[in-house]
């Protein structure tokens, strides 16, 4: 494994998410067939790694520090489904509101997204790839996401690029950033609470909002990305632990 010390390993994330999500914006934007054909098996890979890696590495870690980690991934869970379920009720409006609110959902998202890669790389280097690889993964498909979003509201191609960039991208490593010189003054006891919700929001986003979403535009065989990402996210932890 290469070298190098927390902060980097943060800054690659939280940069390499933000480029990955602004990749998927481009591509949608010349290209709608391509990110169409694709974003399925994008986003079953990334649901596959993000399910794995809380269950056999962030949760057993939280919890080996804090033993009330369970607790805090219950609360993560819960904060990230009622944040939806939010975000939902408010989405019954006319297409702008739509896209506003939608717009808001995602910016908080992706603002939580750089947190998790601050707390799951302060916690170990493991811990942070396996949680790390599934949301910059994920960020292919948001980008497409938010965008497709911000055009059906009646936003212009150039104006939504900038929008979603600035709300699904740029984000995520202000969120890290911010996230960076707090975690270092945290109690193990605390850091442990802080990833037991992490896992529990990694666990939200794979089960009950990435999945779902596979499921209503099924593609042939994209249950075999689901599975591929579940088998990257053993064999990193059996990597580390080798």
């Avoid at 944040?83 to 019954?92: E, G, Y």
């Avoid at 808001?104 to 998202?109: A, C, L, N, Q, T």
């Amino acid at each position: 494994m290469i070298q190098l010390d927390t902060f980097s390993w943060i800054l690659i994330f939280a940069i390499g998410a933000m480029a990955v999500n602004s990749l998927g914006i481009w591509i949608v934007y010349k290209n709608r067939s391509i990110a169409d054909r694709s974003k399925e098996y994008v986003i079953c890979f990334a649901a596959g790694v993000l399910i794995a890696s809380p269950l056999i590495m962030a949760l057993p870690e939280a919890l080996d520090k804090n033993t009330n980690a369970g607790i805090a991934a219950l609360g993560g869970f819960l904060f990230m489904y009622f944040i939806n379920k939010a975000i939902k009720f408010s989405t019954h409006q006319k297409e702008l509101a739509f896209g506003i609110t939608a717009l808001v959902g995602i910016g908080i998202h992706s603002f939580i997204d750089g947190i998790v890669y601050t707390v799951t790389f302060s916690v170990s280097t493991l811990v942070g790839l396996l949680a790390g690889t599934g949301l910059v993964v994920h960020e292919f498909a948001e980008g497409i996401i938010t965008y497709t979003v911000l055009s059906k509201s009646g936003m212009p191609g150039k104006r939504a690029i900038l929008y979603a960039f600035l709300t699904a991208a740029l984000t995520t490593p202000i969120g890290a950033l911010i996230a960076y010189p707090v975690i270092h003054h945290v109690h193990d006891l605390m850091l442990g609470g802080a990833l037991g919700a992490v896992a529990g929001v990694l666990i939200y986003l794979s089960a009950s909002h990435l999945l779902p979403e596979v499921g209503e535009h099924e593609q042939k065989h994209s249950y075999v990305a689901f599975l591929l990402g579940v088998g990257l996210a053993v064999f990193t932890m059996l990597s580390g632990n080798g």
